[in-house]
């Protein structure tokens, strides 16, 4: 079992799967080209064949036609049974890109495992970041806190201690004040009242500069405080943008992982078929464009053929051209010929006219023809009358063709002329509506003059009532009757549809009266039949059964 096992490692080794799907799918893609010249070299074969038809008998056609049939049967049949191998062989697994793409998986799933580790690491240690951060802060500035409540109780009572010395500094001044005029007081007392009022200014002095220290402090510890909160702010709002960002960084691998997860279901069909099925859609569209190359290959040799025969044909009309205008001269010539006295003499100097001419001009000169002309001269004199007919019709299209244009361009301008007369009225209705004002005295030359008369015709309220009737009854018509109407009017307004018009009618008029005339004719030719088969069964008995007593 182990030997049957090895050599089957081995036979698969040696068998290299991948070299034999490569093999076959460029013999798919050389099949796919070779079916495309084949349908090519088919149509052509048809043509040729076509043309091989008439000098080839019928039963070698038949034996082409057979072996043919045979080889375009072998070669399908061949291409279907290698097409239904491909297909087998091309959807076989091979097992080290199995293998491959179960490692592939494993590494997406480790990765994708070790970035959600990474991200959920790194965003509770940014917590634990903040949180700290926040507590130094909040230990950092529970101190100046209390340190700013201290200064300012010790100032408030520094305050109250200073106001109590000056009401007491106050007070001994007007004890002071009121035991002068006594002149009573031993100087002794005068002298401790003076010592106490020194002493009490110098205390009151020192309060008032540890009050000024103490205000100094408070401000400092106030621009302090107001910096730290300021520091802890921006701390914060960094924070809280490393945190966004990190999130964001997060939310970013993990859709990617989410794209990558599903690189195995989109690969349901192996890499090879895709690019095989891409290379034959290709091929296809390249087949197309060769074939409809091929047509516009065949269309430009047609029209350079046309364009050959119309080069060949404008060469001969000028040939004729050229002789119908020495034909033309050669009459010119003898037209200075002495004319006969009267109708029915002789001529005697017709022998220098050429014959056609002769047989032309005989019945406007009173000379007979010749009993029978050569059939040259007449093919000539056919040849020069139609080559004239051919001018004269090219040179009648070209000026219809001019008479066309000549009638757009004065259509045309009569569009511009209205578009310019209506243009003068509204300018004339704004310079009337300025020369209402006072003071503006309007011109009265002949222009003036016929554009104030159109602009007083626009105003007319009976030519605008008759008009607004005119478009009401319009509206009021049935769809049946504004198409009668409007093609009554197309073809009353073009000189071309007029005449179309006139020639249908005419056509129509001249189709019914020979249908008419013809069903008459058949009736009495029916009629005159059946009186002639009549008579002449009458007169067959008469004369071949007379006496029959049976009749």
């Known amino acids: 079992m182990?030997?049957?096992?090895?050599?089957?490692?081995?036979?698969?080794?040696?068998?290299?799967?991948?070299?034999?799907?490569?093999?076959?799918?460029?013999?798919?893609?050389?099949?796919?080209?070779?079916?495309?010249?084949?349908?090519?070299?088919r149509k052509k074969l048809i043509d040729l064949s076509?043309?091989?038809?008439?000098?080839?008998?019928?039963?070698?056609?038949?034996?082409?036609?057979?072996?043919?049939?045979?080889?375009?049967?072998?070669?399908?049949?061949?291409?279907?049974?290698?097409?239904?191998?491909?297909?087998?062989?091309?959807d076989v697994p091979e097992v080290t890109i199995k293998a491959l793409k179960e490692k592939i998986r494993e590494y997406e799933q480790s990765l994708k495992n070790q970035a959600e580790n990474l991200a959920q690491e790194k965003q509770l240690q940014l917590h634990n970041d903040y949180a700290e951060k926040e507590r130094n802060l909040r230990h950092r500035i529970f101190p100046e806190r209390f340190s700013f409540s201290f200064s300012f109780q010790r100032a408030e009572a520094a305050q109250r201690e200073a106001e109590s010395v000056r009401e007491q500094l106050s007070l001994s001044n007007q004890s002071q004040q009121l035991s002068s005029p006594a002149k009573a007081d031993p100087n002794t007392e005068q002298l401790e009242e003076v010592a106490s009022h020194s002493n009490l200014e110098a205390e009151l002095r020192a309060k008032e500069r540890e009050t000024a220290q103490l205000v100094e402090d408070v401000q400092r510890l106030q621009a302090s405080l107001t910096k730290l909160r300021?520091?802890?702010?921006?701390?914060?709002?960094?924070?809280e943008q490393q945190l966004s960002s990190k999130s964001k960084v997060l939310k970013e691998l993990e859709e990617k992982l989410q794209k990558q997860a599903d690189y195995e279901e989109d690969s349901s069909k192996p890499l090879e078929v895709l690019l095989l099925e891409r290379n034959r859609s290709l091929q296809s569209e390249s087949a197309a464009l060769r074939i409809a190359n091929t047509e516009l290959s065949g269309r430009y040799s047609e029209l350079q053929v046309e364009f050959a025969a119309a080069v060949r044909t404008s060469a001969e009309q000028k040939e004729l051209i050229l002789k119908l205008e020495h034909d033309l001269s050669t009459v010119q010539a003898m037209s200075s010929l002495p004319r006969p006295d009267a109708d029915g003499s002789e001529v005697s100097n017709m022998g220098n006219i050429p014959e056609p001419i002769k047989e032309a001009s005989a019945t406007f000169i009173g000379v007979s023809a010749q009993p029978e002309l050569p059939q040259g001269q007449m093919d000539s004199l056919l040849s020069i009358i139609s080559s004239q007919r051919e001018r004269f019709r090219s040179r009648n299209q070209e000026l219809e063709a001019e008479s066309r244009s000549m009638q757009q361009t004065m259509q045309a301008l009569q569009n511009e002329l209205d578009s310019l007369r209506a243009d003068n009225i509204k300018?004339?209705?704004?310079?009337?509506?300025?020369?209402?004002y006072p003071g503006r005295a309007g011109g009265s030359d002949d222009t003036v003059m016929r554009y104030s008369s159109q602009y007083e015709e626009r105003l007319d309220p009976f030519a605008s009532f008759s008009k607004r009737e005119r478009q009401r009854r319009y509206l009021s018509l049935s769809?049946?009757?504004?198409?009668?109407?409007?093609?009554?009017?197309?073809?009353?307004?073009?000189?071309?549809?007029?005449?179309?018009?006139?020639?249908?009618?005419?056509?129509?008029?001249?189709?019914?009266?020979?249908?008419?005339?013809?069903?008459?004719?058949?009736?009495?030719?029916?009629?005159?039949?059946?009186?002639?088969?009549?008579?002449?069964?009458?007169?067959?008995?008469h004369r071949f059964h007379e006496n029959d007593p049976n009749l």
């Open 50 to 90: 076509r043309e091989f038809k008439k000098n080839t008998p019928e039963v070698r056609k038949s034996d082409i036609h057979r072996r043919i049939d045979a080889l375009s049967k072998r070669s399908k049949e061949a291409e279907a049974a290698f097409l239904n191998v491909y297909k087998k062989i091309i």
């Open 479 to 541: 769809p049946w009757d504004k198409a009668t109407l409007g093609l009554g009017r197309v073809i009353l307004s073009n000189k071309m549809a007029r005449t179309i018009a006139f020639f249908y009618t005419l056509f129509l008029h001249c189709l019914v009266f020979l249908v008419l005339y013809k069903t008459a004719w058949s009736e009495s030719i029916g009629r005159d039949c059946s009186a002639f088969c009549a008579k002449k069964y009458a007169d067959h008995i």
């Open 2 to 41: 182990a030997a049957n096992a090895g050599s089957m490692f081995q036979y698969w080794k040696r068998f290299d799967l991948q070299q034999l799907q490569k093999e076959l799918d460029v013999t798919a893609t050389q099949l796919a080209n070779r079916q495309d010249e084949s349908e090519q070299s």
């Open 427 to 436: 300018l004339y209705e704004k310079i009337k509506f300025l020369q209402s």
């Open 230 to 239: 300021e520091t802890t702010s921006s701390q914060i709002s960094q924070l």
